[in-house]
């Protein structure tokens, strides 16, 4: 069976809102702020249902890619832990994805 991961973006000023879908059924979402050449994410949420399955790493790399398209040099924001992850979890994710963990913040230069 495929499944087809879309992300949906809305923007209204410098404000940015991605919803993750796969098919119909919402799967996620993540928000944030343009600030020059930088993307700072406010939130990067995956439905607990649905985490470990490959989907999280595939939106980062989609919403990458978006950023890109509007000459965002740099991705970052605060790097908290929800639900039942825990804060190494985390670390292993965003480090797993080109992330840099530096005092409480993930960044990663995009190329």
Same mark, same amino acid.
């Given at each position: 069976?495929?499944?087809?991961? $879309?992300?949906?973006?809305?923007?209204?000023?410098?404000?940015?809102?991605?919803?993750?879908?796969?098919?119909?059924?919402?799967?996620?979402?993540?928000?944030?702020?343009?600030?020059?050449?930088?993307?700072?994410?406010?939130?990067?949420?995956?439905?607990?249902? $649905?985490?470990?399955?490959?989907?999280?790493?595939?939106?980062?790399?989609?919403?990458?890619?978006?950023?890109?398209?509007?000459?965002?040099?740099?991705?970052?924001?605060?790097?908290?832990?929800?639900?039942?992850?825990?804060?190494?979890?985390?670390?292993?994710?965003?480090?797993?994805?080109?992330?840099?963990?530096?005092?409480?913040?993930?960044?990663?230069?995009?190329?």
């Amino acid at each position: 069976m495929i499944f087809i991961l $879309v992300i949906k973006k809305e923007t209204e000023g410098n404000n940015i809102k991605f919803d993750f879908f796969v098919g119909d059924r919402n799967i996620g979402y993540a928000d944030g702020m343009i600030k020059g050449d930088t993307f700072e994410f406010h939130y990067i949420y995956i439905y607990e249902e $649905v985490r470990k399955l490959g989907y999280g790493s595939a939106v980062l790399k989609l919403m990458e890619e978006e950023l890109k398209l509007l000459n965002i040099k740099i991705a970052n924001g605060d790097f908290i832990a929800e639900d039942d992850q825990t804060q190494k979890q985390l670390h292993d994710f965003y480090i797993k994805n080109g992330y840099a963990i530096v005092d409480g913040v993930i960044i990663k230069q995009l190329s």
